[in-house]
Nanobody
Framework: QVQLVESGGGLVQPGGSLRLSCAAS????????MGWYRQAPGKQRELVAV???????NYADSVKGRFAISRDNAKNTVYLQMNSLKPEDTAVYYC?????????????????WGQGTLVTVSS
């Protein structure tokens, strides 16, 4: 069994910063790309940022220059540093990976999602 557990959400004023973390639990052998998505009320879930196993990154245009994604493979953790936050960044942020392999029988899990963490940007 593999779980992605997010943390770090909360209430922040416009212009402020937050750092989200997402840790994969379980006996992890390897994790492919990891990413952050968000879903605002009444809107579809959208990609925010993604980082490959080789540390290549890609960002949504709306967050380029403000957000930074990184990963610590030793801790099976991905981070999202969010700076210069705007009210339109308010959403539930979800962690995702497209492929995880665990040591137990080298089982493969595809399209794993975290439970989400709420980020509210408001004065």
């Amino acid at each position: 069994q593999v779980q992605l557990v997010e943390s770090g959400g909360g209430l922040v004023q416009p212009g402020g910063s937050l750092r989200l973390s997402c840790a994969a639990s379980g006996s992890i052998f390897s994790i492919n790309a990891m990413g952050w998505y968000r879903q605002a009320p009444g809107k579809q879930r959208e990609l925010v940022a993604v980082i490959s196993a080789g540390d290549s990154t890609n960002y949504a245009d709306s967050v380029k220059g403000r957000f930074a994604i990184s990963r610590d493979n030793a801790k099976n953790t991905v981070y999202l540093q969010m700076n210069s936050l705007k009210p339109e960044d308010t959403a539930v942020y979800y962690c995702h990976t497209d492929r995880v392999v665990v040591r137990t029988m080298m089982l493969e899990y595809l399209e794993v999602w975290g439970q989400g963490t709420l980020v509210t940007v408001s004065s």
